[in-house]
């Protein structure tokens, strides 16, 4: 069955990379690489509160980077791929560019190296 004139939704990218401007975010999202975790298993590494790490997951879920499942009164947290993929994806429409200055830069250390000898 093909869908006519269906759009599938893109994730924000000003509020993906918002999550992402704040360390503790991404030691979080970090945290959730190795598999979902509740508020108390997320919040035990750090030096802060319970309710301070979960606004920050609420940031991350709002930016569609995590979701959280229900299990009777445990809201584990897990990564959403998709949204991080896209992220991923816009900014790896600069690689040429930074490919492009990391040679430019290598030629101008390697002058300096020669002019040094």
Known sequence: MEL????????NLDAVFAALADPTRRAILSRLADGQASVNEIAAPFEISQ??????????????LIERDVEKQRRPAMLKAETMAAAVEWLSEFKEFWETSFDQLDDVLIRMQKTKK
């Open 51 to 64: 309710p301070a790490v979960s606004k920050h997951l609420k940031v991350l879920e709002r930016a569609g």
């Open 4 to 11: 006519t004139g269906y759009i599938q939704q893109q994730p």
